[in-house]
């Protein structure tokens, strides 16, 4: 069996990865594998972003929402012509449902790209600490008739710099907690929550 898209990102640290995190990663690239979990997240805001809601509903790149104990789906999707990772977001918020998704491409050893809409990426290390593996801001890029432009620096202390982490706390289930911090406004957006894995299917291209 083709070796998981993200055993390349982890490289010597795979090994040493808990179970239920080896599942999250366990799509092949150039395949049709599914990796489905199903949790509750809390959504936050800051007051002023809230404005924009529906600018950040057109631009499928966030939730336009806050909220707490938000029931969430997330299917994890392999390309049958690429080794792109691919996340399906389905949050059921009580102002209904939002779905979004993203695109990572792995660029070397603990480094992935995550492309959201409008070709915006965010760069960005993977690290398995042993207990939880860690993704620290690097850069965005900007992918723009077929070429990949490093977006300046001195945007981020404004559209604030990424972090999560994600943590096993049994043989099917995990914690995470993403965030999105300006060096101006503080904390812009984050979420975090408790899934559980639910399905796996590995289906050749």
Do not use: C
Not at 30 to 50: H, I, N, P, Y
Not at 109 to 126: P, T
């Amino acid at each position: 069996m083709t070796k998981a898209t993200f055993e390349a990102v982890f490289a010597e640290q795979w090994a040493a990865l808990p179970p239920v995190l080896k599942a999250h990663y366990a799509n092949r690239p150039f395949s049709r594998d599914r990796v489905t979990v199903e949790g509750v997240m809390d959504v936050e805001m800051a007051g002023w972003l809230k404005v924009l809601s529906p600018v950040i509903r057109w631009s499928r790149m966030l939730t336009p929402y806050a909220g707490r104990d938000v029931p969430v789906t997330v299917r994890f999707e392999s390309e049958r012509d690429s080794q792109a990772f691919v996340f399906h977001r389905q949050f059921r918020f009580s102002q209904g449902e939002i779905v979004f998704h993203s695109r990572m491409i792995p660029t070397g050893a603990h480094e992935v790209i995550e492309y959201m809409n409008l070709g915006i990426g965010w760069r960005a290390a993977y690290v398995f600490d042993g207990q939880r593996v860690q993704m620290t801001h690097k850069n965005y890029v900007w992918r723009v008739f077929g070429r990949l432009l490093n977006l300046p620096k001195f945007i981020e202390p404004v559209i604030g710099r990424g972090m999560a982490w994600e943590e096993a706390v049994s043989e099917d289930e995990f914690i995470m907690r993403m965030e999105l911090r300006s060096s101006f406004f503080g904390l812009l957006y984050a979420y975090g929550g408790r899934f559980r894995i639910a399905e796996v299917t590995y289906q050749d291209a």
